[in-house]
């Protein structure tokens, strides 16, 4: 048994002075305050000063880091892409595929699966690594006005035999799926994806405003990096924008690096979706945590310069690291911490149905990363395994 103690944490939905968390290999068994009870006899006490335990980040979208792609067939590329990760804080992680050839799409939805259900049978050897949880299929079936850098030649149209393909490849692993509701045929794909219980999230969209709002009626829960690959908000023309800012049952994110989004967008996307439906994602590409250069995308290349990340002159995913996006969230709208950490935390985990992650309580995965007072990141627990901090980029 270990007690953590510091100087404060975030459940995220209470804040705790004087905490003091009990792990049992990967478990919390205890959460709860010096103040109110001693720490038990014979437990190794391991403190972290003025620091804040918070749980750990859950990153529903990214597509690499650290030079590597997650639909790489090299094996040494999982491994570096997640420990890059959990030095910025996340312990779990949607890998996210980007729209490729269907050859290409099903080996790697296979690759991938077979690394989640590695990971979840070998917590112990996972070791210093965020760990795979489902995976995101960000293509094939968006919109060839709002692919982004997505390749146009490999965009289908959606089908309830293609979903059943990719389904099948991913051995059920799928947890969510990005997907523009004005394709035809997308309607029945959104029934089944979120009878599967897969989140059915919309995004890279041109949908109008009643076509939002009929694939939310149809089961869609979620939007994809909101503004970012979207029908722009007109005010005559509210669009798929509009559907998501207003619409409580849909939860949605956004790319709050300051590149992808205004600050001052972020702080209007904040007001209108609130704490409980607001979620912070990375997009992060292979060049995540590496110098300016040329990086892979899938079967693409991208270019880095001054930290923004294009592909023939389009935004192509981003350079973030999901500790920077907390901190900017603070920076921007002028939220507290403890706030915007449920945006990187809880909220990511209830989209996605991850029950034991995202927040601090007996019986949760030990997930835990301690932050120092301004959110840069000292050390990272991954099911009770503590790998130490990056370079806070
Ligand atoms: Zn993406």
């Known amino acids: 048994m270990i007690a953590l103690t510091a100087s404060r944490l975030y459940t995220p939905?209470?804040?705790?002075?004087?905490?003091?968390?009990?792990?049992?290999?990967?478990?919390?068994?205890?959460?709860?305050?010096?103040?109110?009870?001693?720490?038990?006899?014979?437990?190794?006490?391991?403190?972290?000063?003025?620091?804040?335990?918070?749980?750990g980040y859950v990153d529903i979208h990214v597509h690499g880091g650290a030079g590597h792609d997650v639909m790489e067939m090299d094996t040494t590329a999982l491994p570096?892409?997640?420990?890059?990760?959990?030095?910025?804080?996340?312990t779990s992680?949607?890998?996210?595929?980007?729209?490729?050839?269907?050859d290409h799409t099903l080996a790697a939805l296979d690759r991938l699966a077979t690394a989640i259900e590695n990971a979840e049978r070998a917590p112990g050897s996972h070791g210093r690594r965020a760990q795979p949880v489902g995976i995101h299929l960000e293509g094939p079936f968006i919109s060839f006005e709002r692919r982004g850098v997505h390749p146009?030649?490999?965009?289908?149209?959606?089908?309830?035999?293609?979903f059943e393909r990719l389904w099948q490849a991913a051995r059920g692993h799928i947890r969510m799926l990005t997907i523009a509701p004005e394709l035809e045929?997308?309607?029945?794909?959104?029934?089944?994806?979120?009878?599967?219980?897969?989140?059915?999230?919309?995004?890279?969209?041109?949908?109008?405003?009643?076509?939002?709002?009929?694939?939310?009626e149809a089961g869609a829960r979620h939007a994809t990096h909101t503004f970012n690959a979207m029908r722009p908000l007109g005010h005559r023309d509210p669009g798929i924008v509009a559907a998501v800012l207003t619409d409580a049952r849909l939860s949605a994110d956004i790319i709050a690096d300051g590149i992808h989004l205004d600050p001052t967008i972020v702080e209007l996307f904040l007001k209108m979706k609130g704490p409980d439906s607001a979620v912070l994602i990375t997009d992060a590409t292979a060049a995540t945590g590496m110098p300016d250069g040329h990086y892979r995308l899938g079967w693409f290349e991208v270019e880095v310069k001054n930290g923004m990340c294009t592909a023939e002159g389009r935004l192509a995913g981003s350079v973030l690291t999901m500790d920077r996006a907390v901190r900017n969230v603070t920076k921007f709208a002028g939220w507290g911490l403890q706030q915007a950490l449920r945006l990187a935390t809880l909220?990511?985990?209830?989209?996605?149905?991850?029950?034991?992650?995202?927040?601090?309580?007996a019986g949760c995965e030990a997930d835990i990363v301690v932050l120092s007072p301004n959110g840069e990141v000292r050390?990272?627990?991954?099911?009770g395994v503590r790998t130490e901090a990056g370079d806070g980029r």
């Open 185 to 216: 045929g997308a309607r029945a794909v959104i029934v089944e994806a979120a009878r599967c219980g897969v989140c059915v999230s919309l995004g890279h969209s041109d949908a109008k405003l009643h076509e939002a709002r009929a694939a939310v």
């Open 347 to 361: 909220n990511p985990s209830r989209v996605v149905g991850l029950s034991h992650r995202g927040k601090l309580e």
């Open 93 to 102: 992680y949607l890998p996210t595929t980007v729209t490729a050839s269907s």
């Open 13 to 55: 939905l209470e804040s705790i002075e004087q905490p003091v968390v009990m792990l049992e290999g990967a478990q919390i068994v205890e959460v709860s305050s010096r103040t109110q009870r001693p720490i038990p006899e014979g437990v190794q006490r391991v403190d972290f000063g003025d620091s804040i335990l918070a749980p």
């Open 152 to 162: 146009p030649q490999d965009l289908l149209p959606p089908t309830l035999p293609v």
């Open 379 to 383: 050390a990272t627990f991954i099911r």
């Open 80 to 90: 570096a892409v997640e420990q890059l990760l959990a030095k910025h804080g996340v």
